[in-house]
């Protein structure tokens, strides 16, 4: 028994020593055999839910023998081995009818071409080294779709036996892989996201406007005598935009390697050096990385960006701008000026009717290649007055651009430095240089020389001019750029600067993220609303609540706030109460320190609450769903006299815990009293006449337009007014931008893109009335989208994608009338949503170097019917009555 005990005591170290050797054994070829595989990878492309019977995609097949060339004589696990593809096919990977089969009575040859499939069956060599990739050899005349095709069956024999998280290099790329070793069977798990690669895409600035994507990749080995069995390796790749995740698309990539049988082979070569050894069997073999290879496509059958413009310029004049047919266009014009040099593109600008050109403009602009800058700049002249509407449709889409850089900010700053003909184009600029600083900025660009330069001339601008619009140029790109360090210099303007500049300066500290609003600041805002130093305007007071408001209020500051009901002045009493109303019934951050102060009667009680007037604050829900919830909020303010001071429109889009201000429209209006013989309000006795209008588009504020300044011109305009809206934004926008490539493990890549055109028209009034004493504003929003999602396997020879895509139709409209023959005098608010179409279409292709072809269509359209957004049930009776009274009239 003592015996056996030490037998076994003896024994122990030994096994565990044989055991820690073998995990360091690799997989291994045995010399003189020669094993026979088949392989087959395939790629389907469909909708995200659709099935794999209906996807459209390719299969390539064939048979594949390796043998060992050349082992290590210092380590067994050192080997190069020998792969040669043959018997290859192309098939398609779901059943269709032969009319519908592009590959029917096709050959890997036909499809390939000869030469390109001898390069595919020719031997390639794996250095292989614990069963890890060191080097592929192949030649280096090889198409890079050959080469990458190597590469994926090159990829799918790398694996280790024992577990363990590793960082290695594949065809796609470096990435960091987990493996799971059970007995004869490994799983390779890949973190796809990880994945780097010399292939980087782009994408929307915001993530509301975005794309999500979803990636998995497994790979299965089973083992047998030291060597693999079979291998099966499966990806995945879901894409979908934020904001309507229906648009979505799938891609499920698969490798199958298994072997069919042994047979004796080729004995291995002696050597110690692996160079002599790839020598020896081919002088004409080089080394090669396992990464893939950039593939170069030449658009087979593409048009030239003249013969496509030539075939949807009529979806570019003004009359077919709110139709879906300009937004698809304006889209596949931008895909083509992508591939275009800057003297196709200039040819294309110098012939464009005068009424197509701006919205030409804003594709070149919008296709964000250095050709297309170069083309635009050159076509431009900055010192023509006459230039106003190219010049600024060409700046607003470098604010709305998706991905700008440097080059393009620099060529603002060039514009600012040189001859600006147009005061207006000279305010244009400056303010969207703010907004590319802001959009550099949150790619990590901030420290970009031009960036640098361009911050400096925005901070020191306000308090380097004394002349009011030049201030007001500068506030409003710090408003765009939300620089931290500009905080402090609108905290300063908001309290010491006159009515236009504070409210300006006020509303820039509304956009920063509340944690940036530092205890400071709000002791500003308070001083400001309490007026403690001095007399303000109603519209800062009221722009100053509402950032107190929204800044995580501290419960002192709400009390004051409620407190100072009942001593304002009676319209602005009534917009205070609104606003406490619509905080608490939206349930808006600063709500739970509203119902706090609200126990208190002193703040709370039926005096202070029930103030009367014709202001109102309100937020509601324009839609609600899984993928985003849009709010609309609708906030008035008017004079005492019952004239219209200050109208503020937002709606805002959330997505992925991420907020878009979509829209913002503020009409304002001053020193109007006179017309109708009422007494300002205090603080407000020597305004000069004015009325104009503001708009923040998709994050981007843009130049102000004014309807008229000064007594004068409000008198001429009022007799010679047609009735008209002012146009105040108008054009095609790139809203959605999404480009990136997918190096799948086969070797094969995916060309993933998502975009989205808006084609844009809002426009906005005042019309008087002194017989009927009537006042009317109008802000009116006219809208078309489309959107694309396209995902495509092209290997140059074979084809094959999915595209998914919506378009729609909208209008959008707020008016509000104002009656001011009485006091309190009668006002209704109206925001309509007209019935508009929706249609949804889902597209497969497939097609091969012949010029064969397969494309399946589907559609489906529905009739969204309008409404009338609600705001509160006050509003309700008062549209009630005036409405009433004008039938009676």
């Known amino acids: 028994m003592l015996r056996l005990s030490l037998i076994f005591l003896c024994t122990i170290p030994f096994c565990l020593s044989a055991s820690s050797k073998d995990g360091n ?107 890890k990739v060191k080097n592929l050899y192949t030649y280096h005349s090889e198409h890079a779709v050959i080469k990458n095709i190597k590469r994926g069956l090159a990829s799918l024999l790398q694996l280790q036996l024992t577990s363990g998280k590793v960082e290695e290099v594949d065809v796609s790329g470096k990435c960091m892989i987990d493996y799971q070793a059970r007995q004869n069977q490994v799983t390779r798990i890949k973190a796809v996201d990880s994945c780097k690669t010399a292939e980087t895409g782009f994408t929307s600035h915001s993530k509301v406007l975005g794309v999500s994507s979803k990636s998995s990749s497994t790979t299965e080995f089973i083992l047998q005598d030291g060597f693999i069995k079979s291998a099966l390796s499966e990806e995945r790749h879901t894409l979908s935009l934020n904001t309507r995740q229906a648009i979505a698309a799938r891609i499920v990539s698969r490798q199958k390697l298994e ?46 960006l003249w013969n496509h413009w030539q075939a949807i310029h009529k979806d570019f004049e003004p009359e077919s701008l709110s139709k879906a047919p300009a937004s698809r266009s304006f889209l596949s014009l931008i895909q083509t000026l992508r591939k275009s040099r800057k003297e196709e593109i200039l040819k294309v600008l110098r012939s464009t009717s005068h009424s197509a050109l701006p919205q030409v403009v804003d594709a070149v602009t919008s296709a964000q290649t250095p050709a297309s800058l170069e083309a635009i700049l050159q076509f431009l002249n900055f010192s023509d007055p006459e230039g106003l509407v190219l010049q600024e449709r060409f700046l607003y889409a470098c604010g709305f651009a998706s991905h700008p850089n440097e080059k393009m900010l620099k060529a603002l700053m060039d514009i600012w430095n040189g001859k600006i003909g147009s005061s207006d184009i000279k305010e244009s600029v400056i303010i969207i240089m703010g907004a590319l600083v802001r959009k550099l900025c949150q790619k990590g ?44 210099l609108l905290t300063q303007f908001s309290e010491s600067a006159a009515g236009p500049i ?38 800062v007071r009221a722009a100053a609540a509402d950032v107190i408001f929204s800044s995580n209020p501290t419960y002192i500051e709400v009390q004051n706030l409620l407190l100072s009901i009942g001593s304002l002045p009676n319209e602005m009493n009534k ?30 009680n039926y005096d202070r ?137 086969s070797g094969l890549k995916a060309s993933v893109e998502f975009q989205g055109g808006l084609a844009i028209d809002i426009s906005g009034g005042m019309e008087f009335s002194l017989w009927y004493r009537e006042s009317k504003t109008s802000v009116n929003n006219r809208g078309a989208l489309f959107v694309m999602g396209n995902v495509t396997v092209d290997m140059d020879f074979v084809k094959a994608g999915v595209e998914v895509s919506f378009e729609t139709e ?50 489906r359209r529905d009739q969204i019917p309008g409404s009338e957004l609600p705001l509160h049930q006050e509003n309700s009776n008062m549209c009630k009555k005036v409405f009433t009274d004008d039938s009676d009239w």
């Open 502 to 539: 504070s409210t300006i300066a006020i509303t820039a500290l509304q956009r920063y993220d509340a944690s940036l609003i530092t205890d400071e600041v709000k002791k500003a805002l308070n001083r400001i609303y309490h007026q403690n130093r001095k007399v303000y305007e109603k519209v």
């Open 609 to 745: 609450l029930s103030k009367t007037g014709s202001s109102s604050a309100y937020s509601g829900y324009m839609a609600r769903g899984s993928d985003t919830t849009s709010t609309y909020s609708l906030d008035i303010l008017y004079s005492g006299s019952g004239i219209l001071r200050r109208s503020n429109m937002n709606i805002y889009a959330l997505s992925k815990d991420t907020q878009l201000h979509a829209s913002q429209v503020v009409i304002e209006a001053q020193g109007l009293e006179s017309l109708i013989a009422a007494t300002p309000d205090e603080g407000e006795e020597d305004l000069e006449s004015f009325a104009g209008m503001s708009a923040l588009l998709f994050d981007v504020q843009l130049r102000p337009v004014t309807f008229f300044k000064g007594y004068s011109d409000l008198m001429s305009k009022m007799f010679t007014a047609t009735g008209d809206p002012i146009n105040v934004v108008k054009g095609l926008i790139l809203l959605i931008d999404h480009s990136q490539v997918i190096q799948l493990q």
């Open 575 to 604: 917009y205070m109460v609104s606003k406490v109303q619509d905080i608490l019934h939206f349930e808006m951050p600063a709500s739970k320190a509203v119902r706090q102060v609200m126990r208190n009667t002193i703040a709370h």
């Open 259 to 304: 072997l069919v049988k042994t047979e004796s082979g080729p004995q291995e070569s002696a050597g110690k050096d692996v160079g002599s050894i790839i020598k020896s069997l081919d002088p004409k073999y080089v080394s090669i990385s396992l990464a893939s290879e950039k593939i170069k496509m030449e658009c087979k059958g593409c048009p030239s």
């Open 25 to 131: 054994i690799g997989p291994r070829l045995s010399n003189g055999k020669l094993y026979k595989f088949s392989y087959m990878t395939e790629v389907h492309l469909d909708r995200a839910k659709g099935s794999a019977q209906g996807s459209a995609g390719y299969r390539i097949s064939s048979s594949v023998d390796l043998n060992l060339v050349w082992r290590n004589p210092s380590s067994k696990d050192d080997q190069l081995i020998k792969i040669a593809m043959s018997d290859i096919r192309i098939e398609n990977v779901t059943p269709r009818p032969e009319k519908s089969n592009v590959f029917l009575g096709s050959t890997a040859a036909s499809i390939l071409g000869k030469e390109n499939l001898a390069d595919l069956q020719k031997p390639f060599i794996l250095h292989w080294n614990f069963g």
């Open 445 to 488: 660009g901030c420290e970009l020389p031009t960036v640098v330069q361009v911050k400096k001339l925005i901070l020191e601008g306000p308090e380097s001019t004394e002349v009011e619009a030049e201030v007001q140029m500068y506030l409003l790109a710090l408003k765009n750029a939300l620089l931290p360090e500009a905080i402090p």
């Open 810 to 859: 909208a209008t959008l409209d707020f008016i509000t009338t104002v009656k001011f023959s009485e006091y309190p005098f009668l006002v209704c608010m109206q925001m309509d949503k007209e019935s508009f179409p929706f249609r949804e279409y889902m597209t497969k292709y497939e097609s091969i170097q012949s010029g064969k072809r397969f494309v399946s269509r589907r559609g």
